[in-house]
Structure formats: C-alpha cells, structure tokens
C-alpha cells in the first residue's frame, strides 16, 4: 500500500473534516473513499457494478501524489455486502509503479459471476492528445471471488484503439454485457478518443469495443461524430443499445446519444438529448430490468458541476421525464447502480465546495422519482 499522507504535516485537523487547500468535505455524506486515506492524496472516478453474488463493488482512482489527472495514479475497490451502508478495506487493484492507472469500467458475467476490470494508462507524465510517442494502453483484468483479488493486467491496446488515435480513454463508468436478444453475451465497453483533423489540431469523438468471447479478443466499433467525448452504454431494450456522450464543445448546453442495433458494431448519429443538461462532465446511464424500457441517468444538473441529478426514462432513453435530486452542493462523476428491485443507488464525486472532496454512495426508493420540474439552465 503506498505511504500514509499525513495531512495534519500541512497543520490541518482531521477532525475538523478540512482536505486541505480550500477542500470541504460533507459530513452528512456516506463516503467510501476519502482523501487521505491508505495513502492516497486524492479519490476521483468513480465505477460501481452489483456482482453476481449480490454484493456492490466500488472503484475509483487513487491519485498518490495530488488530485491532479496524470501522475502515480493505482486503481482501488471496495466491497459493500450490506446494500452500500457499510464498506470493506481498501483493495488494491492495479499499480503500474509511478505510471497513471484510470478510468476503471468494471462489468459482471451474469453467468459465472467473473468480474472484468477494463481500464487504460500512461506515462505518469503525459497528457491528453499525445503524439503517440507513449501512446494510451488498454487493459484488462478480473476477479473471480467476489472482487476480493485481482488477475494480473493483460494489454489488449492493438484490438481496442487504432494507431493513430492520440488521447484514448475508456469509460469512465461500467462496460455492460448485453441481456437480451441476438448479441446476448457480448461485453461492449464504452470509450473516447481523439484524432487529428484536417488543420492537424486534435478532436474528441466518442469510440467503443466489444468482445464476443468474455474479454480474449475484442473489435472496435464505429466512432461517433467530432465533440462527443466521455461516454456510458446501457442495454435500451432488446437488441438496441444506447451510448450517451459528454460534448467537449458543452454541446450547447446538452448531451448526445446515439443507439446500435447489431451490439455496438455500427451506430446511429449521436444527436442531441433535449432532457439532459450537459456540463461538460461524465455522466451514467443503466438499465433496469425490472421493467421494460426503464433506465436511469445521473450527471450535474446545473452549470460548474453543481447539484447532482438522477433521471429516469420510461421509453428506452428517448425521453427523461421523472428525476431525484442526489446532492445539492459541488459534484462530479458519477455512476448509477440497480441493488435490487425496490432501490437504485449512486456513487458519486461531491463535497461543499470540491468535487475531490470523496466518493460517496446514496441510495434511493424507486419511488421517490418525482415528476422533473424544466428548471431553467
């Protein structure tokens, strides 16, 4: 485990709830991963997936140095069998030595229960849009206990991202293995890229790959237009997906989403999603079985990453029409999880005034979705 920060060195109390450099973490939050903690300066990018065994798993990066996105960056877990109220020690899941671990997208084989940890890297020192000097890596990882230990990471980059993409990123949220129909089986991992235009300057488009055989090999589909960045998938309805896009250009102030009907091989154009508010900040989308055409999507719901929404759509994501406030202070990445048949739950980046300020968890009642009221952006 990396070396225990000490914040009070910085003459701050811990008990006082104070991150340090302005940071204010919520009191009133159930946080799973906390600044500070095990040796880590800084949580950020949340995943959550339930396992097969019933049991929430939660990821996140653990950035070693400062909150920063590239540097001494490890994937970490923790493991809630109590439905998110309580949660295990820290598990270490990936360290590649000084290099950036991120953007977990975890995905459960419904038939044996195995776990899949797709994620990507770096050079600690690099950025987004390299110049493939040191190009991004893709790689994939999994448990078969429960989540409590990890395989090694085995690179697949030659079969999820083309040569002479530049910044690649997969997620950030949960992968999906689809349900239903045809394509039954299939693990589709939503991802990001970005490539050169014809002045030479770097663009953003939204990417995925699948895999037909539980992560051996895997085939890239089609990209989505210039400006669709981060990305999430869910399962719409059988033998339709749907991907939802951050817009790196605010998208005017909304999201896009585009749907596939052969598993994420080829797609429609993404378009704009009038019910969903886009921030320029990761958002999730996932389906809930219980019903058909019922899904759930969080993100910030106000400009500056502020107040934290979860949606809910009836039609296969058409259409956003119910939603519950998650939390009303500073909040960033998200992802939505289905505990069980009565709850739907949300880990989620928040503080009073930070978004680095913890990983925290939420639950909620299906019936607590209220009618949304247009609020004005």
């Given at each position: 485990?990396?070396?225990?920060?000490?914040?009070?060195?910085?003459?701050?109390?811990?008990?006082?709830?104070?991150?340090?450099?302005?940071?204010?973490?919520?009191?009133?939050?159930?946080?799973?991963?906390?600044?500070?903690?095990?040796?880590?300066?800084?949580?950020?990018?949340?995943?959550?997936?339930?396992?097969?065994?019933?049991?929430?798993?939660?990821?996140?990066?653990?950035?070693?140095?400062?909150?920063?996105?590239?540097?001494?960056?490890?994937?970490?877990?923790?493991?809630?069998?109590?439905?998110?109220?309580?949660?295990?020690?820290?598990?270490?899941?990936?360290?590649?030595?000084?290099?950036?671990?991120?953007?977990?997208?975890?995905?459960?084989?419904?038939?044996?229960?195995?776990?899949?940890?797709?994620?990507?890297?770096?050079?600690?020192?690099?950025?987004?849009?390299?110049?493939?000097?040191?190009?991004?890596?893709?790689?994939?990882?999994?448990?078969?206990?429960?989540?409590?230990?990890?395989?090694?990471?085995?690179?697949?980059?030659?079969?999820?991202?083309?040569?002479?993409?530049?910044?690649?990123?997969?997620?950030?949220?949960?992968?999906?293995?689809?349900?239903?129909?045809?394509?039954?089986?299939?693990?589709?991992?939503?991802?990001?890229?970005?490539?050169?235009?014809?002045?030479?300057?770097?663009?953003?488009?939204?990417?995925?790959f699948y895999s037909d055989d539980l992560g051996k090999t895997w085939k890239i589909g089609e990209t989505a237009r210039d400006g669709c960045n981060e990305s999430t998938m869910a399962e719409a309805a059988p033998g339709v997906l749907v991907q939802n896009f951050r817009m790196q250009n605010h998208g005017n102030g909304r999201r896009t989403q585009r749907f596939s009907s052969d598993g994420g091989a080829t797609w429609t154009p993404a378009e704009r999603v009038e019910?969903?508010?886009?921030?320029?900040?990761?958002?999730?989308?996932?389906?809930?079985?219980?019903?058909?055409?019922?899904?759930?999507?969080?993100?910030?719901?106000?400009?500056?990453?502020?107040?934290?929404?979860?949606?809910?759509?009836?039609?296969?994501?058409?259409?956003?029409?119910?939603?519950?406030?998650?939390?009303?202070?500073?909040?960033?990445?998200?992802?939505?999880?289905?505990?069980?048949?009565?709850?739907?739950?949300?880990?989620?980046?928040?503080?009073?005034?930070?978004?680095?300020?913890?990983?925290?968890?939420?639950?909620?009642?299906?019936?607590?979705?209220?009618?949304?009221?247009?609020?004005?952006?």
């Amino acid at each position: 485990m990396k070396k225990f920060y000490i914040l009070t060195s910085l003459g701050i109390a811990l008990s006082s709830f104070a991150l340090g450099e302005g940071v204010i973490a919520d009191e009133n939050l159930n946080y799973v991963f906390k600044p500070g903690e095990d040796g880590y300066h800084t949580y950020r990018i949340p995943a959550i997936v339930k396992t097969k065994a019933g049991t929430l798993l939660a990821f996140a990066e653990g950035r070693v140095n400062n909150w920063g996105d590239h540097g001494d960056i490890d994937l970490v877990a923790k493991r809630s069998t109590d439905g998110g109220k309580t949660w295990s020690k820290l598990i270490l899941v990936r360290d590649d030595e000084k290099k950036t671990c991120g953007n977990p997208a975890p995905v459960v084989d419904t038939k044996t229960g195995t776990i899949y940890l797709i994620s990507c890297g770096s050079a600690g020192s690099e950025g987004e849009n390299m110049s493939g000097k040191k190009p991004r890596e893709v790689y994939i990882q999994q448990s078969t206990n429960d989540g409590k230990t990890w395989s090694k990471a085995r690179k697949i980059t030659t079969q999820a991202k083309k040569d002479d993409w530049g910044w690649f990123a997969t997620g950030p949220c949960n992968a999906i293995q689809i349900q239903e129909g045809k394509y039954k089986g299939r693990i589709v991992v939503p991802s990001n890229m970005s490539e050169k235009n014809e002045e030479g300057k770097p663009i953003y488009r939204g990417s995925c790959f699948y895999s037909d055989d539980l992560g051996k090999t895997w085939k890239i589909g089609e990209t989505a237009r210039d400006g669709c960045n981060e990305s999430t998938m869910a399962e719409a309805a059988p033998g339709v997906l749907v991907q939802n896009f951050r817009m790196q250009n605010h998208g005017n102030g909304r999201r896009t989403q585009r749907f596939s009907s052969d598993g994420g091989a080829t797609w429609t154009p993404a378009e704009r999603v009038e019910d969903l508010y886009c921030c320029v900040c990761q958002g999730s989308i996932v389906r809930d079985y219980s019903k058909p055409n019922l899904m759930y999507f969080s993100n910030p719901s106000k400009y500056g990453r502020n107040e934290l929404k979860l949606r809910a759509s009836q039609d296969g994501g058409k259409t956003w029409p119910l939603e519950i406030p998650v939390y009303d202070k500073r909040s960033g990445y998200s992802n939505v999880v289905v505990p069980d048949s009565a709850t739907v739950g949300v880990l989620f980046e928040g503080g009073v005034n930070n978004i680095a300020a913890g990983i925290a968890y939420k639950s909620f009642k299906k019936s607590e979705f209220v009618k949304r009221d247009d609020e004005k952006k």
